[in-house]
Nanobody
Framework: VQLAESGGGLVQPGGSLRLSCAASGFTFSRYGMSWYRQAPGKEREFAAGISRTGDNTNYADFVKGRFTISRDNAKNTVYLQMNSLKPEDTAVYFC?????????WGQGTQVTVSS
């Protein structure tokens, strides 16, 4: 299993970014996927999840209405569209696969929201 996040960067408050997570080594369309984030000095926390078909999504309260998770099973990729970014969204963002009882993580992509 390999998960590779990309798309992070420096953005001003109110700006947008789209993160991507390219997956390989497993049958992507059979599994739900999720995005987590970890800010400096804080624990990693759930941000958004999506079912294997993309029909069902769920979000942490702090991102509702601002972030949208989606997936393209033909490209084995899950996305996180982030709008109206705030300084408190600054964190390393990770995608996660739960395969049975094993959790797989990518290396993360840094998102910094600052003026």
């Amino acid at each position: 299993v390999q998960l590779a996040e990309s798309g992070g960067g420096l953005v001003q408050p109110g700006g947008s970014l789209r993160l991507s997570c390219a997956a390989s080594g497993f049958t992507f369309s059979r599994y739900g996927m999720s995005w987590y984030r970890q800010a400096p000095g804080k624990e990693r926390e759930f941000a958004a999840g999506i079912s294997r078909t993309g029909d069902n999504t769920n979000y942490a309260d702090f991102v509702k209405g601002r972030f949208t998770i989606s997936r393209d099973n033909a490209k084995n990729t899950v996305y996180l569209q982030m709008n109206s970014l705030k300084p408190e969204d600054t964190a390393v963002y990770f995608c996660k696969l739960l395969l049975g009882s094993a959790a797989y993580w990518g290396q993360g992509t840094q998102v910094t929201v600052s003026s």
